[in-house]
């Protein structure tokens, strides 16, 4: 359907050096840092544009399988908390997901909701880690 692309660079040692991450849409071009990454430096990481994507792609294709049967979300807010661990890894994914549909059964919800998580392009990618999901109906 569609390509996308993003692109990094970096310049000097893992500790001491620095690099920049951009996407091609010109959306977004920021600092990464091993103080960033893996300290609480300025910047942003590659692991908090994986929550990005994940979380929005979730919410999407959520929205995406309500829209299916019937329903129309006012609202779908979703967190994605990624760990990184020893190795380094990413070994969990969480996602946290607070709907309002009306009309919207809470047994349906969780259905689609436990769909989404694992339907959706970003987590279908992310097979590797798991990703678990806390989704609420408001």
Not at 13 to 23: E, F, I, Q, V, W
Request: net charge negative.
């Amino acid at each position: 359907m569609t390509t996308r692309t993003s692109s990094a660079e970096w310049k000097g040692t893992l500790k001491d050096g620095a690099g920049t991450m951009k996407l091609a849409s010109g959306a977004y071009e920021g600092p990464f840092t091993f103080a960033s990454r893996f300290e609480s430096g300025k910047g942003t990481n590659p692991e908090e544009l994986i929550g990005a994507a994940q979380a929005g792609c979730f919410s999407m294709f959520l929205s995406a399988l309500l829209t299916k049967e019937g329903f129309t979300a006012t609202s779908i807010r979703t967190t994605a908390t990624v760990h990184l661990t020893d190795g380094p890894t990413i070994s969990l994914i969480e996602l946290n997901c607070e709907a309002e549909v009306p009309g919207l059964s809470e047994e349906l919800f969780q259905e689609k909701a436990a769909a989404a998580k694992q339907n959706c392009p970003v987590s279908k990618a992310l097979a590797g880690p798991e990703i678990k999901l806390s989704a609420k109906l408001l």
